[in-house]
Each structure stands twice: as C-alpha cells, then as structure tokens.
C-alpha cells in the first residue's frame, strides 16, 4: 500500500507564493514520475507540472516561469514552488506517484489567490 499525502497550501494574495510538498510513504522501492495536477470549481482536473525519477521536468504553458517542481528521491517527496501566483491558480492541488505502472493520488490540497 502507497500513501500520498500533500500540504502547503493555503490562501495568499495575488502575486505570493506558496511552496506545495507531496510525501509517499508504504511499500516503496522506487518511484518513476511524480506529477501536480489542480482542479478548479466547475473544470476539469488539469496537469500542472511532472518530474521524472532522473529529473526531467514538463510544465503546463500557463505556469512556466512562475512553478517549479523538484523532489528528493530519498524522502519520496516532491515540491512544487509557484510563485506569483494569480487568481486563476486557485484549484486543488493533487499530487500523482507512478510506481510499478500504477498511479497513486494524494486527497489534495487547497490553494486560494485572492485578488
């Protein structure tokens, strides 16, 4: 059993940031891809950013120059730093760990970008 559990969110200003972290614990040997996604009320989830076990990264348009996802392999951890952020960020923000070809979600976490 894989555990993915997210934090860091909250509600900030338009034009802060805000650091997300994403822990997965449980029978683990090694993680391939862990990826953000977010949902926003009434849309459909989204992919935001993914990073790969060897470091490579892929971003969604709308957040290049602004996110950036990194993890550390020996906590199973991912982090996505998103800096200023705008109100159209606001969603909840899901985290995805590939192991062994299957995909395992955290509950999500919720950010909010007041204007």
């Known amino acids: 059993q894989v555990q993915v559990v997210e934090s860091g969110g909250g509600l900030v200003q338009t034009g802060g940031s805000l650091r997300l972290s994403c822990a997965c614990s449980?029978?683990?040997?090694?993680?391939?891809?862990m990826a953000w996604y977010r949902q926003a009320p009434g849309k459909q989830r989204e992919f935001v950013a993914d990073i790969t076990a060897g470091g490579k990264t892929n971003y969604l348009d709308s957040v290049k120059g602004r996110v950036t996802i990194s993890r550390d392999n020996a906590k199973n951890t991912v982090y996505l730093q998103m800096i200023s952020l705008k109100p159209e960020d606001t969603a909840v923000y899901y985290c995805?760990?590939?192991?062994?070809?299957?995909?395992?979600w955290g509950q999500g976490t919720q950010v909010t970008v007041s204007s």
């Open positions: 449980g029978r683990i040997f090694s993680i391939n891809t």
């Open positions: 995805k760990a590939v192991l062994n070809r299957l995909e395992y």
